[in-house]
């Protein structure tokens, strides 16, 4: 069973920059792939990006193209979601989530096998 924590969250104001990261337990066949969802109140979750451990190819959400990068550090088996040009409809709960290579090029939240507990990020206007 991997276990994920998610750290980093907090309050930022819009236009600024945020850093989350992802801890995994380990590293699996059925954790190859780290992604990063968000529910705002309300709200569906919804995608934002997904990176490969081995190779690092990335997929992004529409919503946050060019403003979101996915990066990990596989020596310390660790996804980072750097938030920058932040506006206030990136308020939301972020997952960390991991799955398996079927899950990259994905946006559903059913084909990531695991979760974290989710932590708060809010952007002030």
């Known amino acids: 069973q991997v276990q994920l924590v998610e750290s980093g969250g907090g309050l930022v104001q819009a236009g600024g920059s945020l850093k989350l990261s992802c801890a995994a337990s380990?590293?699996?066949?059925?954790?190859?792939?780290m992604g990063w969802f968000r529910q705002a109140p309300g709200k569906e979750r919804e995608f934002v990006a997904s990176?490969?451990?081995?190779?690092?190819?990335?997929y992004y959400g529409d919503s946050v193209k060019g403003r979101f990068t996915i990066s990990r550090d596989n020596a310390k088996i660790t996804a980072n979601l750097h938030m920058t040009s932040v506006i206030p409809e990136d308020t939301a709960v972020y997952y960390c989530?991991?799955?398996?290579?079927?899950?990259?090029?994905?946006?559903?939240?059913?084909?990531?096998?695991?979760w974290g507990q989710g932590i708060q990020v809010t952007v002030s206007s």
């Open positions: 989530a991991a799955g398996s290579l079927r899950a990259y090029g994905s946006t559903r939240a059913n084909e990531f096998g695991f």
């Open positions: 380990e590293r699996t066949a059925d954790s190859r792939v």
């Open positions: 990176i490969t451990w081995s190779g690092g190819s990335t």
